[in-house]
C-alpha cells in the first residue's frame, strides 16, 4: 500500500479568495499521479492526469503542480468559487492501479 | 456520454446474505475496480481486473470476491455480509494508466 498524504485535511475558503494544498507520495517507481475532485452526491471526476516532473496543468480557475523527484503536487484553485466545494482526492499510478489519499475537503463560503 | 452503471444505488442486507454488486461500462475498458469508501479513509481499493477473468487484490480483499466474465462487466460479491461491510461502494472503468470513470455508487447497509 503506496503511503499518500494529502494536507490539510480540510479548509474553508471565502469567494473570491484563492487556494492551494498538497499530495504527497512516495517518489520511487512514479509512473502518473491523478487529482479528482468528488462533489457531494456525485462521482470523482477526473481533473488531470500528470507524468512528467515539473509538468504543469490547468483547467479553467483549477491548475496543478507536480514534483516526481521529491514526490509532491500541489493543486491551486484561483477566486473560488461556491462551486469549487468539493473533496479533491489525489492519486499516484502504480502495480496497475491507483492509491487513493483521504483527500482535502474544501468548503466555499460566499 | 461514457457511462459506468451500478445496480442499485441503494441496498439494505442482513448479515450473513450473499450480496452481488454489479457494475457495467460501455467504453470498451480493459481495466475496472471495485473501491468502498468511508469517512477519513478516502477511496480504498478492493479488487481489481485487467481482462477478461482476470482479477486482483486490492488493499482490502478479506470478506469480498469478485467475477469479470466479460469484458464490459466486473461483479463484487459478499459471500457472508457483515455489519462491518456497511459502506459507499464505488466501481470505476479505465484504459491503460488513464483516467478513471466511476459509477454512481451503491450505499450498502448490512443490519
Known sequence: ILNV???PQSLHVQEGDS???TCSFPSSNFYALHWYR????KSPEALFVMTLNGDEKKKGRISATLNTKEGYS???IKGSQPED???YLCAPWNDYK???GAGTTVTVRA | ???VTQSSRYLVKRTGEKVFLECVQDMDHENMFWYRQDPGLGLRLIYFS???KMKEKGDIPEGYSVSREKKERFSLILESASTNQTSMYLCASSSSRGEQFFGPGTRLTVL
Open chain 2, 50 to 52: 485487467y481482462d477478461v
Open chain 1, 85 to 87: 466545494s468539493a473533496t
Open chain 1, 74 to 76: 500541489y493543486l491551486y
Open chain 2, 1 to 3: 456520454d461514457v457511462k
Open chain 1, 38 to 41: 468528488w462533489e457531494t452526491a
Open chain 1, 5 to 7: 498524504e494529502q494536507s
Open chain 1, 98 to 100: 491507483l492509491s487513493f
Open chain 1, 19 to 21: 487556494t492551494n494544498f
